[in-house]
């Protein structure tokens, strides 16, 4: 009997055993490859698969692209914790599958990104999301400024009429500024910045062109067709040198 009794004890426990292995919470399921989307997609689907999610939270995160900065929390279950509205998780109650749903996205939203459940250690699934940029013809190239050139290109007119120096005039044709790119001396002329922006966008606002260029946040002063001296100086202008040939692209674009 005694033998008996020592069998169905291991039994259970090896029962026991068994079933606390099949109930943790696992994201095997989850897919790992990476997600491509062009500009003419609006949405980005990102899967996640949760078994044996118990009482467990499954989070959804973003990596930050700043070093040593945590990842930024987007979502609780259900729950959203970005203010981005355009995010939402969509998740049938009692069902496996979480999926952040992020609209109308932009190359901004691009990243990596992962669920995480919230066990002892933590589990987590990345996804890498990547947003093709737009593909925007080059400035046509044009000749330098002149009494008798009528190309919109070259407002050097309304720079006139701005009062704009003539030491500074050579910053109202989009051609001298695509080849003086990190060249010359802007700083002389920063106070006068704010005029020549304002003619070279051409009264209009650029920035669904630039967004969908991937022109960063704070570069995209000159797609407004504004510049402030405070926020606008020339170190931002130095930081934003790599993205003045899409800008005047979405200009050129913009203007004819």
Same mark, same amino acid.
Request: proline share 5%; aromatic share 6%.
């Given at each position: ?23 943790? #919470?696992?994201?095997? !399921? ?8 062009? $500009? ?26 700043? $070093? ?5 929390? !987007?979502? @609780? ?5 970005? +203010? ?37 250690? $933590?589990?987590? @699934?990345?996804?890498? !999301? ?14 330098? #400024? ?36 990190? !060249? ?9 910045? #704010? ?12 920035? #669904? ?23 606008? +100086? ?11 040939? $899409? ?10």
């Amino acid at each position: 009997m005694f033998v008996l009794l020592l069998g169905l004890v291991s039994l259970a426990q090896g029962q026991l055993a068994g079933y606390s292995a099949k109930t943790d #919470p696992s994201l095997k !399921l989850t897919p790992t490859r990476p997600i491509v989307k062009n $500009p003419e997609e609006k949405d980005a689907l990102i899967t996640c698969i949760v078994q044996n999610q118990g009482d467990f939270t499954l989070m959804w995160k973003k990596t930050s692209k700043i $070093p040593n900065r945590d990842a930024t929390v !987007l979502s @609780a279950n259900t729950h959203m914790v970005t +203010s981005d509205k355009r995010m939402q998780v969509m998740h049938a109650t009692g069902g496996q599958v979480y999926v952040l749903k992020i609209t109308n996205v932009t190359v901004f939203d691009a990243g990596i990104y992962f669920c995480e459940v919230n066990t002892d250690p $933590p589990i987590r @699934a990345f996804r890498e !999301l990547t947003v093709l940029r737009r593909q925007y013809r080059k400035v046509q190239k044009l000749p330098l #400024p002149s009494s008798d050139t009528n190309s919109s290109h070259n407002f050097t007119s309304c720079c006139v009429s701005k009062n704009v120096s003539t030491s500074c005039q050579q910053y109202c044709h989009i051609d001298f500024v695509m080849d003086s790119i990190g !060249l010359g001396k802007p700083e002389e002329c920063e106070e006068q910045f #704010p005029s020549i922006v304002s003619c070279m966008a051409d009264g209009r606002n650029h920035m #669904p062109c630039c967004v969908d260029a991937g022109i960063p946040e704070m570069c995209t002063d000159l797609c407004k067709g504004e510049f402030n001296i405070k926020t606008g +100086s020339i170190k931002v202008i130095s930081t934003c040198r790599d993205y003045v040939e $899409p800008t005047l692209s979405c200009i050129a674009t913009g203007i004819e």
